[in-house]
């Protein structure tokens, strides 16, 4: 008899330890699950910054644009040269995507080939500077005839300005939602940028007029720690865009004034949400 208890109270005891053993295991898929369900809390409060723009331009001469014509892009040397192609590449899409909501049939020659054609023994980095002076070579015989080829309607010359500014930076201990105290490092920053686009009459050899646009915006960055269950790194922060807003703008608004079409009163800076 004394065997039996024994062995009915070594069965109750292993039937425990696997009861506690079930109910631990969920309850670490219970914290789990709230810990992550925290984590994906607090990443989703990153979200986009707010953006002021504004768009004018400066009409000097009549344009108009017929289905079939021809418009060469090229972007003047930028303040960091590494980055031109990527400027070209992001203002060119702007252009061509807001013309080609008016005019399939445009023709839309890409920087880099009109470079090559225009200025055949000149490097990118010795490129003309300044949308203005794109005048004084439209009354340059050597290079109308180097351009003729291209049955050129317009040169649409770009210039811009991207510039980042850190505005605060900012780390210690904080009081987090969860868990308690904890580290925190939290930095932010203002981004501007000025796209300005002066448009040449290449059959009339004459500076039609310019578009500019303008976008300024501030985002921010940080990484605080989730205590509870157990620590966890969550970075957060807002971002802000404003060349993409800025060169939105400058597109259409440029469509429109190679179209001729006049604006009905001049735009007063506008909010706008990444």
Known sequence: ???????????????????????DASLLRWARAKWLSCALLIVSLAGSGCTTAWVQERRLAPTGLAPADTIAIILTLPLDYKRLAELEQTVTGCIRDALGERYSDLRIILPDEFRKLAFPDLDKEKSPLGGFSWESFFRDTAFRDRITPLGL????????????????????????ILGGPGPIVQGSWE?????????????HRRVAGSVQAYATGKSSAGLTFITFPMPLPVPYGTASFPLSVACRGLGERLAQFLAGENPAEEEAPKQTQD
């Open 1 to 23: 008899m004394g065997v039996g208890v024994k062995k009915i109270r070594k069965l109750r005891g292993e039937t425990g330890l696997l009861k506690r053993s079930k109910r």
């Open 153 to 176: 309607r317009y040169l649409v010359a770009v210039d811009i300005e991207d510039r980042t500014r850190l505005t605060d930076v900012e780390w210690g201990a904080a009081n987090k």
């Open 191 to 203: 981004r501007s940028a000025l796209i300005q686009a002066v448009v040449v009459d290449a059959r």
